[in-house]
């Protein structure tokens, strides 16, 4: 019997509620959720004045509507013959009048909530940077900031949580009681554990300066900035289910602590999204390999426990209905009715993220369904999730996260079983088709979103997520299993969290394999402009897959994404033309800071300082085909030197670390230390004089002076000066970020300096330049690296221009991209590849 055939049988247009049969998708509640959703995202932070007139006009014209479908029975007993073409009217009239109706009270409930955080003197007291008394109620775990580098030093680590103003004391004693959104930083000191421990619900009184928000960011209606680095005062304690839910993420991090690093930092975070422990680049590898949704809990999760209690939902009214409850005895209403609390539960414990909150809210509806009888159609459901939603909060409208998960959901509810069936004709097996149905369409859909907020796409997503998935279902079941059993027996917590950890480990080899290859991730557009061109091209793509006949096609296209992925070094060097044959010294393109390669070999190269970003000091080398670095010289401890060194040593074999003697600045001298040991690289300081031959580069340490006036410069005249000279006879220079004092002392040290044929130029190209040690030198290439659009004005249009002066053709990373130095004698040139 056909599908249609069924459901004429049934005397329903949807079929009846028996699960078994198939009925089509009820498209009803679509239209009016996304335009709720678009009502409420436009709204959002616009002028109240045009949110009212669209809404009034919205309501006003949904209103003319509903009264002419009203009319239609009336007209319809006067012309006999129209009956069936009124009824279409009316249909169609109050389906475009639900839809009205929706978006306006999608903008209306953006309007009230952006009329709510703006009332009261929060928003003023911001704009004046008012130093305030407050009293306040956490509504978010504390989260740790990620270092930035700025200039020479990383900014302060913090945390930043978010909280409901409840009164605010002004420095003139006004007191004010209210209810205003904010988001909170605390400088990360003394105080740092207890802040860390917040629990949501906690009621707080600090002392801080407001400031406005981010431009853009339409959740708060101030900043607040704490002041000084000790533990916050709490004036209330936080509520019960939270202090639960607080001992339940606590014991299952205590349960964790013995795993190895990677599978202690990614099993809370994929249980209760717990990121706390998640290293920068553990989770910069989960970005680039698309898997950053396991850290984010999700419909997963969620999907995963109640499949233990209901077993599939298909079967949830069927005698022979699966899972625990039936098994325990349980009714099918008050199934459904446990499944609700477990679903309030499991919001408690991973916090109403918007992941989150979009699987309860569908998960609620579909239990509903179950719990009454009705027929049970998932996308109905995502419909209704997303219309309560976005009208409870109407930030939720522009929450990346909010956004990817919709859209992910929604694929694999209409586009994956479409593809699936497709492959299935095509002869691909069931379970495999379904696979590789459900990621490929969840990544063609959230790929353009992506490129909209990350300007990034990756190659590697769908593979990565086939290969995590293996491992998704069993690390999540062993680890609630843990998360349950850590308060009342912590040994048997800790054997599941053991067990837990090997499929943990396996979901991070996967994301660091994917991450470590070439092509994993590619720059894209940016902004709707960039996700549009992405969703373009994804359509002419499948539109072409769809037409693709016989195996040898298909073969090509996968052999062509391979070789974008893998990108061997010779058919990279003949697209690209990068780098140059030949090549003996690259500078590479880092920003604001240093990095330079000396070519020693087949795959081999000696680095000098690591950059401030670890992403662009790795995207280098990769270029270069650099897989093994028998030395890095670190030039001194600023953090646009060495910020950048994970990124040097991921997946290269790197035979030592050396560094300048003066340790300072302190903390930056630690990272390279804790770096080095955890990579099990050793650490060996320079000394003035050293020689040092590694294949063809002979090189001998100029610099820095030893003796007690080490320091006396600062770290900049404490860097490891060096002269170079390659097998072809080349000479270079490399001062690191020497300032005038130290060039004039290493002029004074070494008077025989000759001229060299190329001169990293110091400290970016700073107008702080000796020009006896210039003139003595005398460049015929100058290479200096600094960042575009820098705040510091580097390089000095005064230095580059004595440097021209003298006879050198200047090469600057800002404006020519990475520069290569080719040839040797008359026959030496510098390569730019232009600005990334």
Known sequence: MTRAAVHAATGHPLGAADPRQEGPADLRLVPPALAAWAAAALATGAPGDWTAGAVLAGLALAGVLLVRAALVPARRGRRAGAGARDVRRRVNGVAVAAVLLCAAAGAGSAWLHGADRTRGPVPGLAERYARVTVDLTVTSDPRPTRPRVRGDSLSAAGLVLDADLTRVTATDGAVTTLRTPVLVFVQAGGGAGAWQRLLPSTGLRLAGRLAPPLEGDVRYAAALRVEGSGPPRVVRPPTGPQ???????????????????????????????????IPPELHDAFTATDLSHLLAVSGSNLTIVLALLIGPPGLALRAERRGLAPRLGISLRSTAVF?????????????????????????????????????RSLLPALAAAVLLLVLWDPALARSFGFVLSVAATGALLTIGPRWSAAMQRRGVPPRLAEVLAAAASAQAVCAPVVAVFAAR????????????????????????????TAPVAMPAAELLARCAGWPVEWIASVARTGASLPGAEAEWPGGWRGGAL????????????????????????????????????????????????????????????????LAAGDGAGVVVDAGPDPKL???????????????????????????????????????????????????????????????GVPLVRATPGERRRVGPL??????????????????????????????????LLLLGDLEPPAQQGLSRDHPTLPPVDVLKVAHHGSAFQDPGLL?????????????????YGHPSPRTVGALRAGGAVVMRTDTDGAVAVTGAGEGLRAVARGPG
Request: glycine share 10%; charged share 15%; proline share 8%.
């Open 617 to 679: 000091a790795d995207r280098c080398l990769r270029d270069l085909g650099i897989t093994r670095v028998p030395l890095l010289v670190v030039s001194h401890f600023h953090a646009d030197h060495v910020t950048g060194l994970p990124g040097v040593l991921r997946g290269r074999r790197v035979g030592a670390i050396q560094t300048t003697p003066l340790q300072e600045p302190w903390e930056q001298s630690a990272f390279v230390r804790r770096t080095a040991e955890a990579a």
């Open 698 to 731: 002979d090189w001998r340490v100029l610099w820095p002076r030893a003796g007690p006036g080490l320091g006396a410069g600062g770290p900049n005249d404490a860097s490891v000066t060096l002269f170079v000279r390659t097998a072809g006879g080349t000479t």
């Open 457 to 484: 796409v990756s190659l590697v997503a769908v593979p990565c997520n086939l290969f995590a998935e293996l491992a998704v279902a069993p690390a999540t079941v062993l680890g609630f299993a843990a998360l349950a």
């Open 775 to 791: 003139r003595t030198v005398r460049p015929r290439l100058a290479l200096i690296s600094c960042g575009r659009d820098n705040p």
């Open 243 to 277: 202090r639960t839910a607080g001992d339940l993420r606590a014991g299952l991090r205590e349960a964790t602590e013995e795993l190895p690093p990677d599978a202690r930092a990614l099993l809370p975070g994929l249980v209760v999204g717990d990121t706390s422990r």
């Open 534 to 597: 992405l969703a373009g091209i994804t359509v002419l793509v499948v539109c072409a897959v769809r037409r693709i006949r016989g195996p040898w096609v298909a073969a090509g296209c996968v052999v062509l994404l391979l070789l974008a992925i893998l990108r061997p070094a010779p058919l990279t060097r003949m697209v690209t033309g990068w780098p140059p044959p030949g090549w003996a010294l690259a500078m590479c393109d880092v920003g604001q800071g240093d990095t330079m390669v």
């Open 339 to 375: 499944g609700g609390a477990l679903t309030l539960a499991f919001v408690v414990v991973c916090r109403p993220e918007p992941s989150v909150l979009r699987a309860a809210a569908c998960g609620l509806i579909t239990l509903l369904a179950i719990g009454t009888g009705r027929r």
